[in-house]
């Protein structure tokens, strides 16, 4: 059977050499052994590869990541976590729909001032309301953070 050296899965991936080694460390892939000086991998490991990179590009941590994998180095990707991810990227998918209007506005505005062109106010304040409505709200009853004497 052919495997792949460090050197060939960085040319498919685009993983950099101390990536993989790093990876490897932390024990999202395995290499089977080594030829020479250079570390061998199975085919598979282009797909967890790609696994890998798809998680970081979602936004889960290498940690949440490496718990997606069963024992056996199968996928096994909690649903819920994923549908979570993608509410989460949605809303900042509007977030950033917004800047951009914000933005665009901005640029484009023919007031002297952006602050006496009615549609800048509007836009602010339906950015800042919409901030503000998703900021974390303080738990009620939580203990104060320095103890009293």
Same mark, same amino acid.
């Given at each position: 059977?052919?495997?792949?050296?460090?050197? #060939?899965?960085?040319? /498919?991936?685009?993983?950099?050499?101390?990536?993989?080694?790093?990876?490897? #460390?932390?024990?999202?892939?395995?290499? !089977?052994?080594?030829?020479?000086? /250079? @570390?061998?991998?199975?085919?598979?490991? !282009?797909?967890?590869?790609?696994?890998?990179?798809?998680? =970081? %590009? %979602?936004?889960?941590?290498?940690?949440?990541? %490496?718990?997606?994998?069963?024992?056996?180095?199968?996928?096994?990707?909690?649903?819920?976590? !994923?549908? $979570? @991810? +993608? #509410? #989460?990227?949605? @809303?900042?998918?509007?977030?950033?729909?917004?800047?951009?209007?914000?933005?665009?506005?901005?640029?484009?505005?023919? $007031?002297?001032?952006? !602050?006496?062109?009615?549609?800048?106010? =509007?836009?602010?304040?339906? $950015?800042?309301?919409?901030?503000?409505?998703? $900021?974390? =709200?303080? %738990?009620?009853? /939580? +203990?104060?953070?320095?103890?009293?004497?």
């Amino acid at each position: 059977m052919h495997f792949l050296d460090i050197g #060939e899965v960085v040319e /498919r991936t685009g993983v950099p050499p101390s990536t993989l080694r790093y990876y490897e #460390e932390i024990g999202l892939i395995r290499s !089977l052994g080594r030829h020479g000086l /250079r @570390r061998q991998y199975d085919h598979d490991v !282009l797909l967890k590869l790609s696994l890998i990179g798809l998680g =970081k %590009a %979602a936004g889960f941590s290498l940690p949440e990541i %490496a718990g997606m994998f069963g024992r056996d180095d199968r996928p096994d990707i909690p649903r819920a976590q !994923l549908h $979570a @991810r +993608a #509410e #989460e990227l949605e @809303r900042q998918i509007i977030d950033l729909r917004m800047l951009r209007d914000v933005l665009r506005h901005v640029a484009d505005c023919p $007031a002297p001032s952006h !602050l006496e062109c009615p549609s800048f106010r =509007k836009l602010l304040t339906s $950015a800042t309301h919409k901030t503000a409505s998703r $900021a974390p =709200k303080p %738990a009620a009853g /939580r +203990a104060k953070s320095v103890r009293q004497r």
